[in-house]
């Protein structure tokens, strides 16, 4: 790539800009820096940071429009978009977390079991220092942002390493910090490619957030590994949709057309695979032709419903899993080809008759694609569903809310939505992450801010010098602590206090014991 990325325009392919690359220098000064303003930013009460944060609302607010026009000049998709789902998730979030971090991250009394006699425990977090985010280019924004005042609000500060596909989404993150009130280095922004990313994980960071493909999570698990440092993996996708025969379809086909091509399909919980009941398989198909159709493609100008796609490798793998669809057997019902103009524009596609063995349904497709599969009933759904390498999320379309419930237990992913598709995403109070290849961890909700702290337990004893019955000296104590160990297994627990206070007695005679002895012998 050289020193330098070249930034093109999605829509037109025309270069766009240049933005220098980051060299592993570079990235462990912006790192020291960050350590620096460590000192600072964690000593900070939390109401302080809080109240430093609410600065990105006000200049969200402030420079809202410029910011969305930027960030789908960037990634080519529509300005409803970049407003909805890319900005407005951070004064969602900031607003949640304000409520629910001082619960989540203050110190907390726990129970102390009987058989401690007295002493108390607490549990408290404190942050782990230094944060690498590395994010992806499908939601540049949201996926830098969040991760990054989570770590923020538990006292943590930053380093982002924003994807080489959407640099000037990097440059917004960078501009918002410099406009509030953080100590400088709280938030770093080091601009570059996989070799930045690299170097970020080698340089001395406290954890890794990674959000991006299975394969470079794994190198990025495996340089973590050598340290060691946590790690915590947000990868790809392969969302089932199950819809029953029971379904509202109209509300199914809407729902999965918007599932399926919002951000062009380029998400992570995008509708992937729609799984169909036979006797509604019919019905289903002609609505939602009937909606793909209606969908309009073009440029963030052009108030259109779907932009290209982001960047051209991602055009070429949609294209390859198509034509090895069709030519496997699949039907293209709707779409399947290239818009006949500039830029990197791929028609909404509708396909049926996959089969699991294509790449189409193997691999991750992200794209504006929607593969149909007639399943005989829900079962065969359930476990199509499940046998699959990824577990990010899926969805379940039934009219009748508790058996919807019970499908989506049934569903082997980190979120299931109930008729509906990729809004539980966006809310703030019900963590995320996958299972299987999709990655592990979870962020948002309350695990968002404890995935940034490190826990901490304490537990006080009794200021008292004789209180500890299972203390030194051991003789003459067997067999009450046996007569302890056997009522306290048989849940005896009030009847155990007897032996736990003779047990305090008997320290208490070893110790006029021992004065004598010092007594007789003096204390030379
Ligand atoms: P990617 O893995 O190619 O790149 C992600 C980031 O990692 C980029 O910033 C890249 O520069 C960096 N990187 C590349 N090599 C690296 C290395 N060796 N060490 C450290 N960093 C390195 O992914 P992408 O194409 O940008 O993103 C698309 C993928 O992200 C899809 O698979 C999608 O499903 C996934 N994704 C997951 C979630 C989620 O929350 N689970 C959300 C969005 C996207």
């Known amino acids: 790539m050289g020193d330098m990325i070249i930034k093109t325009n999605p829509v037109t392919g025309e270069k766009i800009g240049e933005f220098p690359i980051s060299s592993p220098e570079h990235v462990s000064q912006a790192v020291a820096r960050a350590r620096g303003a460590f000192l600072l930013w964690s000593q900070m009460s939390l109401r302080t940071r809080m109240d430093a944060l609410a600065g990105l609302q006000s200049e969200i607010l402030r420079k809202g429009e410029e910011f969305a026009r930027r960030i789908s000049e960037d990634t080519g998709k529509p300005l409803v978009d970049s407003l909805l789902t890319e900005l407005m998730s951070v004064p969602l979030f900031l607003g949640h977390y304000r409520k629910l971090a001082p619960r989540v991250l203050s110190r907390r009394k726990v129970k102390t079991p009987l058989v401690f006699q007295g002493k108390k425990s607490y549990v408290e977090h404190f942050p782990m220092g230094v944060i690498g985010v590395i994010s992806p280019w499908n939601f540049p924004f949201q996926l830098s942002m969040i991760p990054i005042i989570s770590a923020l609000i538990g006292g943590n500060t930053v380093v982002l390493k924003p994807s080489e596909v959407t640099p000037i989404t990097g440059e917004i993150v960078r501009e918002l910090f410099a406009a509030i009130d953080v100590p400088e280095g709280t938030v770093e922004v080091i601009q570059g490619d996989g070799g930045t990313g690299a170097a970020l994980v080698e340089a001395d960071i406290d954890k890794v957030f990674f959000t991006g493909s299975v394969a470079t999570g794994r190198k990025v698990m495996a340089a973590a590994a050598k340290k060691p440092i946590p790690v915590e993996l947000e990868l790809g996708g392969k969302d089932a949709m199950i819809i029953c025969a029971d379904a509202n379809l109209k509300r199914a086909a809407k729902g999965a057309v918007w599932g399926g091509l919002l951000n062009c399909g380029q998400v992570c919980t995008s509708v992937e695979r729609i799984f169909v009941e036979a006797s509604v398989y019919d019905r289903f198909i002609e609505l939602l032709k009937v909606e793909v159709e209606a969908v309009r493609v073009g440029g963030p100008d052009e108030k259109a419903d779907v932009g290209p796609l982001t960047f051209p490798q991602q055009l070429e793998t949609v294209e390859a899993q198509i034509e090895q669809a069709k030519s496997a057997g699949a039907k293209v019902l709707v779409g399947g080809e290239r818009l006949d103009r500039k830029g990197q524009f791929y028609m909404p596609t509708v396909l049926t008759g996959v089969k699991p063995d294509m790449a189409v349904y193997r691999e991750e497709t ?73 990655g592990f961890g979870r962020y948002h909700g309350p695990e968002g801010l404890l995935a940034f702290t490190n826990q901490k337990a304490i537990m006080v004893g009794k200021d008292k010098a004789n209180s500890e019955p299972f203390w030194f000296p051991y003789e003459k104590k067997y067999d009450e602590v046996l007569e302890a160990f056997r009522l306290l297994l048989n849940n005896h627990l009030l009847k155990a206090l007897g032996p736990l206070k003779r047990l305090n007695k008997i320290n208490r005679e070893a110790d006029v014991e021992r004065k004598k002895g010092f007594g007789a012998g003096g204390e030379s």
């Not at 390498?389 to 939505?417: F, H, N, P």
């Open 366 to 438: 992200f794209g504006p694609v929607l593969p149909v599969i007639k399943v005989a009933d829900v079962d065969e759904a359930v476990r199509m569903a499940n046998d699959h390498q990824y577990g990010l999320t899926g969805s379940v379309w039934t009219s009748d809310l508790k058996r919807g419930l019970a499908i989506a237990s049934r569903l082997e992913c980190g979120q299931v939505m109930v008729n509906d598709v990729i809004t539980s995403v966006g809310n703030p109070a019900i963590p995320f992450g996958g299972v299987k290849s999709s």
